[in-house]
């Protein structure tokens, strides 16, 4: 008898498994094309101070993997485009926040990327309406 409740927890265990942290699916660049996202950048310094950017970012283009960058009142920020490749779980950008960022999580709404470049990195991007 004992073996038998034993066996049932082992099979119990198995089949319910436990719920990952990790996103359903990949992200992919499908997942960013044609909306605009409102992000904001928090980057520990060394002194242990936040610093907070925001900004919009327009990913209109999967073939090249240009990103337009705004401030968050829409004015452009750069002239030169930046560019953005997504590999497994990480999000790589050039020309802006430079550095490979792991995707932490992310929905239909909800982007949030990490890295540490030397200084801890976080951004989030939200979906605009």
């Keep these: 008898m004992k073996n038998l409740l034993i066996i049932m927890?082992?099979?119990i265990l198995l089949f319910t498994g436990c719920k990952s942290d990790?996103?359903?699916k990949e992200l992919t660049i499908e997942d960013l094309l044609?909306?605009?996202w409102c992000g904001q950048q928090e980057?520990?310094?060394?002194?242990?101070?936040v610093q907070k950017i925001k900004f919009i970012m327009l990913f209109s283009?999967?073939?090249?993997?240009e990103v337009t960058f705004l401030s968050s009142a829409g004015v452009p920020i750069q002239n030169f485009p930046i560019y953005y490749r997504i590999e497994g779980g990480m999000f790589y950008l050039k020309g802006a926040f430079d550095g490979d960022y792991k995707v932490l999580k992310h929905s239909e709404s909800i982007i949030e990327l990490e890295a540490y470049l030397p200084n801890h990195s976080l951004i989030t991007?939200?979906?605009k309406k």
């Design 9 to 11: 927890g082992i099979l």
């Design 22 to 24: 990790e996103p359903a």
């Design 34 to 36: 044609y909306c605009s």
């Design 43 to 49: 980057e520990t310094m060394e002194d242990g101070n």
């Design 61 to 65: 283009s999967a073939k090249e993997g």
């Design 125 to 127: 991007l939200t979906r």
